[in-house]
């Protein structure tokens, strides 16, 4: 399920799961991601859309 992940985003839920001391509890992780595409579509309706998304640049916030 992990191999998606970057090392960097594996090793932020290791630190978080033993910060919060929930070593045994299944971690859900909600990516917010959107595709080019699709943003290109959404900058067509509105003025708010990122021009440049930061996990493009590899800026997860995990």
Do not use: D, H
Not at 12 to 29: C, F, M, S
Not at 33 to 45: A, G
Request: aromatic share 4%; glycine share 2%.
């Amino acid at each position: 399920m992990l191999e998606f992940l970057t090392p960097r985003c594996k090793i932020n839920i290791y630190i978080l799961t033993k910060t919060l001391e929930v070593n045994n509890r299944p971690i859900n992780i909600i990516s917010g991601y959107r595709s080019p595409k699709t943003n290109n579509l959404l900058r067509e309706i509105s003025s708010e859309v990122a021009k440049i998304a930061c996990t493009c640049k590899e800026k997860q916030l995990i």
